[in-house]
């Protein structure tokens, strides 16, 4: 398959997975497509940058090359699917969620602008990082920095499907900042449910 072919197949993958992430979000919690994103890009781009690693040595690679082009060709589609599944999509929906009532339109705008300008550093950075790092570097950097993404939304990503933005504006007061050492949303949401009709009926 030549550069166009291949290009317009990835964007295929991305697009599919978009979809199918945003239909899980109404049923699956945010932490679980973060997970199964984090997971699954930062395997398949570290296996990607060894495969590639591997070509580039005296000994070469210790499979065929035709396995090796197939190999590659599926985990970067596997990366660019993972990628679009949880890490590209939740963003823009959890922004939203997890800001506070009063600055959330200053918010989300910093958040974006801050976004797009990293961004946009990084594609000036591409040239300079694809000659120091070539690309098998590139991907073991990638890899590198979704599983360190990954660890950090498993200490801290709070679960917001189902809640109201209330609910998860009061999860954020409380002192303890770590997910995994708090109570789970599930019992949260009880508690507040009956607290709430302690209020009513005392009223």
Same mark, same amino acid.
């Given at each position: ?8 197949? *990835? ?39 060894? *495969? ?23 985990? *970067?589609? *596997? ?125």
């Amino acid at each position: 398959m030549d550069d166009y072919y291949t290009t317009v197949l *990835i964007s295929g993958v991305r697009f599919i997975t978009i979809l199918i992430s945003s239909v899980l979000m109404l049923r699956a919690g945010r932490r679980t497509l973060a997970m199964i994103s984090g997971i699954s890009s930062s395997l398949s781009a570290l296996c990607l940058g060894i *495969i590639l690693h591997l070509s580039t040595t005296k000994s070469g690679s210790p499979i065929t090359p035709q396995l090796e082009a197939n190999v590659t060709f599926a985990l *970067i589609i *596997i990366y660019a699917g993972s990628m679009s599944f949880g890490f590209f999509a939740l963003p823009s929906v959890m922004i939203g969620e997890t800001q506070p009532s009063h600055i959330r339109g200053f918010a989300c705008g910093y958040i974006y602008t801050m976004n797009d300008l990293f961004l946009g550093g990084f594609l000036k950075m591409y040239p300079w990082m694809s000659t120091t790092l070539q690309i098998h570097g590139l991907f073991l950097l990638f890899g590198i920095s979704c599983a360190v993404c990954t660890i950090f939304l498993y200490l801290f990503l709070p679960e917001t499907q189902g809640l109201t933005l209330q609910q998860i504006e009061d999860y954020f007061l409380q002192p303890n900042i770590m997910w995994i050492t708090r109570h789970k949303y599930k019992n949260e949401r009880k508690e507040t449910e009956d607290v709430d009709l302690q209020i009513n009926s005392t009223t």
